[in-house]
C-alpha cells in the first residue's frame, strides 16, 4: 500500500524544500520523508531528511533543518496521524512481521 502526501512551497523563505513527501516505506515498517530542493522532484536533488517507524511512531531525523521546517512537519505530522489508521489496516501483517523478527536469533 502507498502513503503518499506531497506538498509545494512557493514561498521561499518559508522552507529549506521546495517538495517534500512520504512516499517510500521499506521492509521494516519505516516511512521516509523525501525532500527535494527544486520542483522538479528529479532523484539527483532529492534526499530523505527523516523515516517514521510504523509500528512504534519513533521518528528519527536524517537531516537536522527538518525538525524546524515547516513544510517537513507538516508532512510528518500528517504521517504520524495517519498512523492509528495504517496499523489498523495492515494488523496482521505487522503482528506477522513482529512475531518473526522476535523469533529470529541474536547476532552477537
Known amino acids: 500500500m502507498k502513503y503518499l502526501k506531497t506538498y509545494e512551497n512557493?514561498?521561499?523563505?518559508?522552507?529549506?524544500?521546495?517538495?517534500?513527501?512520504?512516499?517510500?516505506?521499506?521492509?521494516?515498517?519505516n516511512i521516509y520523508i523525501d525532500a527535494w530542493k527544486s520542483n522538479s522532484n528529479d532523484e539527483d536533488s532529492g534526499s530523505s531528511i527523516a523515516t517514521i517507524n510504523i509500528i512504534t511512531g519513533?521518528?528519527?531525523?536524517?537531516?537536522?533543518?527538518?525538525?524546524?521546517?515547516?513544510?517537513?512537519?507538516?508532512?510528518?505530522?500528517?504521517?504520524?496521524?495517519?498512523?492509528?489508521?495504517?496499523?489498523?489496516?495492515?494488523k496482521d501483517e505487522i503482528e506477522e512481521y513482529l512475531i518473526k523478527k522476535e523469533a529470529q536469533p541474536y547476532n552477537l
Open 10 to 29: 512557493y514561498k521561499l523563505n518559508e522552507s529549506v524544500w521546495m517538495e517534500v513527501e512520504s512516499e517510500y516505506e521499506d521492509d521494516e515498517y
Open 58 to 90: 519513533e521518528v528519527t531525523y536524517k537531516d537536522e533543518r527538518a525538525k524546524t521546517d515547516s513544510l517537513a512537519q507538516e508532512v510528518i505530522n500528517d504521517v504520524l496521524e495517519s498512523l492509528p489508521e495504517i496499523r489498523e489496516e495492515r
